[in-house]
Nanobody, 121 residues
Framework: VQLQASGGGLVQTGGSLRLSCVAS????????VGWFRQAPGKEREFVAA????????HVVESVKGRFSISRDNPKNTVYLQMNSLKPEDTAVYYC???????????????WGQGTQVTVSS
């Protein structure tokens, strides 16, 4: 199983980025998927998740109204659209998949390799 994340980079405050994560080696539509992030010196934290069909999504309160998660099952891809970025969003972002809804790290079965997002002030 492989989750390949991309789309990170350096952006100014208020800017936007779209992260993508392509999955292989698993039946993608059977898995709930999500995004987590980890800033230097901090624990990995939940950012967003969506169900197998994409009909239900959740985001952490700190990004509500700015970030959204979506998935394209035929393309085995999950996205994280990030708007109105703030310096505190700076972190390595990881995509995740699990047969259980990945609301926390314990529920994640597969991790992507991470993509760096840096927001300059």
């Amino acid at each position: 199983v492989q989750l390949q994340a991309s789309g990170g980079g350096l952006v100014q405050t208020g800017g936007s980025l779209r992260l993508s994560c392509v999955a292989s080696g698993l039946i993608f539509s059977n898995y709930h998927v999500g995004w987590f992030r980890q800033a230097p010196g901090k624990e990995r934290e939940f950012v967003a998740a969506t169900t197998t069909t994409g009909d239900s999504t959740h985001v952490v309160e700190s990004v509500k109204g700015r970030f959204s998660i979506s998935r394209d099952n035929p393309k085995n891809t999950v996205y994280l659209q990030m708007n109105s970025l703030k310096p505190e969003d700076t972190a390595v972002y990881y995509c995740a998949a699990g047969l259980r809804y990945p609301a926390n790290t314990a529920r994640v079965e597969y991790w992507g390799q991470g993509t760096q997002v840096t927001v300059s002030s």
